[in-house]
Structure formats: C-alpha cells, structure tokens
C-alpha cells in the first residue's frame, strides 16, 4: 500500500526554521516527483516546491523561493523541506504528494499528483 507520512510540523516564532520530512512507502522513490504543498484555513491549496527524482532537479514558488530547500534521500525514500525565515503568513497544513513522472518545471499542481500525505500543521507565531 502507497503511503505519504508528514513529519515535523509545530509552532515556532517568527523568523525561526522547521524541517518537515516526507516518509514515502510502497513506492519506488525514484520514479516518482515529490512536491510540497500547503494550505491555510479558507484558502485553496498551493504549490511550493517540487523536486525530481535522478537529477534532483527542483522548482520554487515564488513565495517560498530563498527560504525554503526541498531535498530527498532516496536510500531512505524520504523528502525534506527545510523552512527557514519563517513568518506567520507561512502559517498553513503542509501535504507533501507524489507524482509518477512528474514533471518540475512549474509550481506543482494539485491536479497533477498520484497520492498525497495526511499533511502536518506548521504555526507560526508573530
């Protein structure tokens, strides 16, 4: 059974850093592109990041593009982001999905992802 499993959500404050981890199963690592995703209360689910599985190519929203570093361990069949300079408006559930031959060449679409995680809550507090 495929299976996503998100790690590492919490409070922290303004400024401070978190690092979620994606635990993947029942998948082959390296056929799949990992993308992270978020959403706030009342608001739709956004891309952020996208990482491809031989090259490690990867890809930022705007939004999150110099703070946060997605990167995967595929020995471990896991995916990280690091979140660093966080702010309250980063306030969110944070999903991270898999896509079979996924492209990583635009912000990750909902649409376009095979199996999701159960997402982890990520606060922070101004």
């Known amino acids: 059974q495929s299976q996503l499993v998100e790690f590492g959500g919490g409070l922290v404050q303004s400024g401070g850093s978190l690092r979620l981890s994606c635990s993947v199963s029942?998948?082959?690592?390296?056929?799949?592109?990992i993308s992270w995703f978020r959403q706030a209360p009342g608001m739709e689910r956004e891309g952020l990041s996208c990482i491809m599985p031989r090259h490690g190519y990867t890809y930022y929203a705007d939004s999150v593009k110099g703070r946060f570093t997605i990167s995967r361990d595929n020995a471990s069949n896991t995916v990280y982001l690091q979140m660093n300079s966080l702010r309250p408006e980063d306030t969110a559930v944070y999903y991270c999905?898999?896509?079979?031959?996924?492209?990583?060449?635009?912000?990750?679409?909902?649409?376009?992802?095979?199996?999701w995680g159960k997402g982890a809550l990520v606060t922070v507090s101004s």
């Open positions: 999905a898999a896509a079979r031959h996924g492209s990583c060449i635009a912000t990750p679409q909902t649409g376009s992802m095979d199996y």
């Open positions: 029942g998948l082959t690592l390296n056929y799949y592109t």
